[in-house]
């Protein structure tokens, strides 16, 4: 790893600390629900010890720098989204800056986080129902994760593994690793090229196909040699795969990439995956290349019941885009359409996770082509706020909230609690 990539680590989980003091100071007060009361109680007995000497600097660092950093934030995001907010809701910009305070104090709300789970709105209700990334980030995550677990961040073993057991998966054609090219020649169709290892849709390039053995990507136009010599200069491996087309219901939702289901499956009590929650991701405006929300791109919440889209918005940390029915770019209907090949797409995301079955929590990314859904990558582990943005309470009040508190017991990470059965309302299905 990189001096850089490293301390950009270091810096993120110092925030992390400093966003997380006080749930961790709180523990199972202010929590909402049972499982949101093991999950805190969990996180805070994992905060308070360290499991090295830069972990603890980084608490340390991160405890001294909150009194400064979350009122600059909060003032950062008032400037930034309170005069949309102020003339959307009719709450001033004063009163949005003490919210986000008072909401840090009660429930570790920090920065961007008030307006991505929309705060402004009964902030003090259904901010405590939020499962924050700092939370997952800096610690749950970690308790849940099994060591030297199946191949869910290199994809190219992800994509073998896959194919191995017979789950549709996109291949992969080629890695470019500096001088090292296997196979030798680049597929003769349009590309998609990312990192070996990284999520985000950070370093994704897309070249379409434009002549035998030549690529462009709008900005450029190379042949074969050009274009693995520019990959070959990126610095780490980079993985080659044939660009994957949407099914045609679906080209008008997407700005050019290829849009995909975010399913979220988690192991439940019995041992078998579960799926939780879904989101639709779809690129708008300039964006041709990936369709993830944190790059700008737009998401909608999916019906586990029957696949249909609800409304729509960008992440939220910018609010001049707002909720939107239609596609912002070509006008197209989202609220209301109904996803193809629904119920192939909750078999694949389950039959995935049965390959991958040492992880209990993992983020599907699966296009829905014309010829079915096919996996992109898994994530192990998956970011909430994609997912909460489009909830009206968050996982802490949700049947994922009660697996994870679940399987947090069961490892012994809640203090005198002990794994039981499941309640009777572990056995619902959030139809969303």
Known sequence: MSIGRRLAGELERTVYAAASLPIAIRGRSNAPTAAAGDIRAAFSRQYWRPGSASEAIELAAGIAIAPIAVPLAALWFTARNGPTIRKQEGKGLAAQFVEQLRLYASAGIVGPWYYILSLHRDGKRRAPTFLQRCETKRGIYALLREKNGSPLGEKRLFAERCQAAGVSCVACEMVVDGAQVRPAALPDCDLFVKPLTGSGGKGAERWDRVGPKIWANGALTLGERALVDRLSGKGRPMIVQRRVRPHRMLELLTSGATPTVRALTMVDEHGEPDLVAAVFRMSFGANRTVDNIHAGGLACRVSLEDGRLGIASNLGSDARLGWTSEHPTTGARIEGTQLPYWEEVKDLAVRAHRIFADRLLIGWDIAITDDGP?????????????????????????????????????????????????????????AQ
């Open 374 to 430: 096919t996996l992109i990558e898994g994530n192990r582990g998956p970011d909430m706020d994609l997912m909460q943005r489009f909830m009206e309470t968050g996982f802490c009040d949700h049947r994922l909230g009660e697996l994870i508190a679940w399987h947090l017991r069961e490892r012994g990470y809640v203090p005198g609690r002990q794994a039981r059965a499941a309640p009777a309302s572990m056995l619902r299905v959030d």
